[in-house]
């Protein structure tokens, strides 16, 4: 079967000059790079190229950037640096609609006491800034970190991360940005905004698994989550990853092509028509946070009254490779975090449930993926629609059984 891959916000195939770069350094360039001799140092030379990569491609300097084992350990690093550069305070902001990465450790660390904040959304999951700049003014000297996503992996929606990292500069906050869904997808520049840290990772955007970047600038502390050996200037220990760090500055150079190409104009409306041929054909379908600014990768369509879990097993049986949110928490049958965190769509039925199903692209993907994948969605959400009444009525043991599967 020809599959039609349409999930890459949870990953993106490695490109071939990305496999080739990766494969030059495992047969000639594979020594410590901590070693003195010859051929340590020819490994150390690759490392600090890519960091230069890396850097260029973000407008930063090359001693901003730490690479670690991915996306997760780089924002764990982040919010775990700010609060231990400033004891005294305990209070970290974020939003309801963070990935896992960043709710899941604020979760843990309250049994340290560190207190956390949810800031006011709309009903896209759009940041409401002025709530954000009144909990500054009344509680600044108390917040040791705000942390809000760029774009939101599920819903694509983009948060206004300008903004706000020039309320937390102007208040004398560190703001962190999970990077992740932006970086690689879209142009991504920190001179001209000033985040004080963001996190990415190299296989959202066809690179290398097991390789993320934590930008750091200058002056912000950066505390080791790894510790032992003193790599990356102290901050993060253990033998660095060379394949994969140079294949992640490959994969930066493919991308900054990319974007010279005019990419991300050509991607947005493909994306579009992808959403208006399901939802033409599918009139109650829902288009999570379609009135604000979102990523051209990323479409969270809600169809009322079914579970998105039956829906994706009857894509993939039929071909087509999709989501419904989240890869880090995929095979748990559990409602999104943050279609449960937007609430009800201007565009939903009235007092009907719905299941969201994340469909999300790469700078790979074909018009002609798109349009049959589009068929296929249809189809099955129809036939799943006109065999609602008789799957509501399954006895609960059957239920039972099915989720257990």
């Not at 700010?82 to 209070?91: H, N, T």
């Not at 502390?221 to 992640?248: A, F």
């Not at 829902?286 to 990523?295: E, I, K, S, T």
């Not at 129809?382 to 043991?397: C, K, R, S």
Request: some cysteine; hydrophobic content about 40%.
């Amino acid at each position: 079967m020809d599959m039609i891959y349409l999930d890459h916000n949870a990953t993106t195939p490695a490109a071939p000059s990305v496999l080739e770069a990766m494969h030059q350094v495992l047969t000639n360039a594979w020594a410590n790079p901590s070693s003195i001799h010859r051929l340590g140092q020819q490994a150390r030379r690759r490392v600090d190229e890519a960091r230069e990569q890396v850097a260029s491609f973000i407008g930063a300097q090359a001693r901003e950037i730490v690479f670690s084992g991915g996306g997760t350990e780089s924002v764990n690093t982040a919010i775990r640096s700010a609060l231990r550069s400033r004891p005294d305070r305990r209070l970290v902001i974020t939003s309801q609609v963070e990935h896992s990465a960043v709710h899941e450790l604020l979760e843990d660390l309250q049994s340290d006491g560190i207190e956390t904040l949810m800031l006011a959304h709309d009903s896209s999951g759009v940041v409401d800034c002025d709530s954000l700049e009144e909990i500054l003014r009344s509680r600044g000297d108390e917040v040791a970190l705000v942390t809000v996503m760029w774009a939101n992996n599920e819903t694509g929606v983009i948060e206004p991360v300008d903004r706000i990292a020039s309320l937390c500069q102007e208040h004398g906050v560190l703001f962190h940005s999970d990077a992740t869904q932006w970086v690689g997808k879209m142009p991504a520049d920190v001179s001209t905004i000033p985040f004080d840290m963001i996190s990415f990772a190299s296989h959202k955007f066809h690179g290398p698994k097991g390789v993320g970047v934590l930008f750091a600038r200058t002056g912000v502390s950066c505390h080791p989550l790894v510790i032992g050996g003193g790599q990356e200037r102290s901050r993060r220990g253990g033998t660095e990853n060379v394949p994969g760090i140079v294949g992640l500055g490959e994969a930066c150079r493919l991308s900054s092509c990319w974007f010279e190409e005019g990419g991300p104009d050509r991607m947005a409306p493909l994306r579009d028509a992808f959403e208006q041929s399901i939802v033409s054909r599918i009139p109650d379908a829902c288009v999570n946070g379609r009135d604000v600014p979102r990523m051209w990768s990323t479409t969270s369509i809600g169809f009322p009254e079914l579970e998105p879990e039956l829906v994706l097993l009857m894509l993939s049986e039929r071909g087509v490779c999709a989501s419904s949110g989240s890869a880090c928490s995929s095979g748990a049958l559990k409602p999104s975090k943050v279609i449960e965190a937007i609430g009800r769509q201007p565009c939903q039925v009235a007092d009907v449930p719905y299941g969201a199903v994340r469909f999300s692209m790469s700078r790979e993907t074909t018009q002609s993926e798109l349009q049959r994948g589009a068929e296929i969605v249809i189809d099955v959400v129809q036939e799943l629609q006109q065999d609602a009444p008789t799957m509501t009525a399954v006895p609960p043991a059957a239920e039972s059984g099915s989720a257990s599967m």
